[in-house]
């Protein structure tokens, strides 16, 4: 079944939050590999891991996204400000069962003795044409993202964020709130969800059933260095 025929453009402000990480970029480099499971996958160029990316928020672009019995609900994630004290910051929890992504950047910036480095991870090939990236249970938590959504199947609004179905148990049985959202926030249930041209921050980033890439690259840039702009998906993607 193809994404409906109705783009809808979309914002999504949610209140400023940051956590605080402090690092020699010595440590930053291998940890950062290791926590997102990358360390072996270097040498290949191929990924077909679990990943998480936390701790502090993430740049991130892609062309297009697109996933099966997506859900979104408002939750609140905790976060240690500057000053060293514990807060929450709200943010749109987004949940996938099953994806492909077409192409993906992330960036994060680190403050390394008193100077401010970028790490920049990239996947997946330059072809617009192709969703390369095959993933399992996403799970994003995003503070402020725009793009273009568009929703198919049963699609329900403002639905009990806590009611949301993403994920199924080993017997099929959905998993009850997989977003751990609380009572009575905000949630969205839809078959399918594909966003195209999405320019986003997410506080927490997680892939933790299965990503496959065809391609990754990670660079340490000095300065604060953006991903690229990323350009319109071509065609439809295939099947998660």
């Known amino acids: ?4 025929d109705h783009p809808i453009p979309v914002q999504v402000p949610l209140p400023e939050g940051r956590t605080h990480w402090r690092r020699s970029l010595a440590v930053a480099v291998p940890a950062l590999l290791a926590a997102a499971g990358l360390g072996s996958a270097m040498a290949s160029g191929a990924l077909a891991v679990g990943l998480r990316i936390q701790d502090r928020p993430v740049d991130f672009t892609t062309s297009s996204l697109y996933g099966t019995q997506y859900g979104a609900a408002v939750v609140d994630q905790p976060v240690v400000r500057p000053d060293g004290t514990a807060g929450t910051v709200r943010v749109l929890r987004m949940g996938f069962a099953d994806g492909v992504i077409n192409g ?3 960036s994060q910036r680190q403050q390394i003795a008193g100077a401010t480095y970028t ?9 617009p044409r192709s969703w390369e990236i095959r993933t399992k249970n996403t799970v994003l938590d995003l503070r402020n993202a725009t793009g273009v959504l568009d929703m198919d199947g049963i699609v329900d609004l403002n639905v009990n964020g806590a009611d949301v179905k993403t994920v199924k148990d080993a017997s099929g049985a959905y998993v009850a709130n997989p977003l751990n959202s609380p009572q009575h926030r905000f949630g969205i249930q839809a078959r399918y969800a594909k966003f195209d041209r999405i320019v986003g921050t997410a506080q927490d980033f997680q892939i933790p059933g299965l990503l496959t890439t065809p391609k990754l690259a990670l660079a340490v840039r000095p300065g604060t260095v953006a991903c690229p702009a990323p350009p319109g998906p071509v065609g439809t993607p295939g099947t998660p």
Request: net charge negative.
């Open 104 to 106: 993906l950047c992330l």
């Open 119 to 127: 790490l920049l991870l990239t996947l997946g090939d330059d072809d």
């Open 1 to 4: 079944m193809s994404p409906a």
